[in-house]
């Protein structure tokens, strides 16, 4: 989450409500979004001093800083590939290339644009794929990967019936059920924070 009095993002462990760490950025970070894998946050800090952040998530540090004039809120595209950011002095929306972290482009649009935002992308269905990869890899047997699929399709439900809090609470028992997995050695810790991440993005797109 933003920090907008300060100049820190705070990660939150969402299985035990404790704080993690915090992560310098620009001064009074306001709007954040990440990428659909759950690997990459961009901050957008107060408007006038013309900063992005890029976050490893897996890290927690910033990776990259771009300059952009009066940058106010940012938008991950669906698959990842790009964050529009809109600078709403400028009146204008850039292009950032998330491969590399430099601008392709900046779009002229109406006066002192604000917000923006994309078509939620099917995240559920995604993570369920992730899981179902790691059945055919040899990683998970069926039957693991059938017991968190089945709390993803429960999570499912409860989101297309206006059941946030029902549906956090399901995500978590998704992550301890990962982690659980990790410490018995059927993941690796890196799948298991793959998976992790991924659905911490789920639950971040309910707030």
Known sequence: MTNGDSTTVSVIDTATNTLITTIPVGPAPERIDITPDGAFAYVVADPF?????VIDIATNAVIATISLSDPLAV???PDGAFAYVTNV???TVTVIDTATNTVITSIPVGDGPFAIAFAQVDRIGSLIARVQALVAGGSLRQNQAAGLIAKLEQIRSKIDNGQTRAANNQLGAFINQVKAFVNNGSLTASQGQALIDAANA???GLE
Do not use: F
């Open 49 to 53: 001093l013309d900063v992005v952040s």
């Open 75 to 77: 938008a991950i595209t």
């Open 89 to 91: 002095l400028s009146n």
């Open 202 to 204: 789920i639950r971040l």
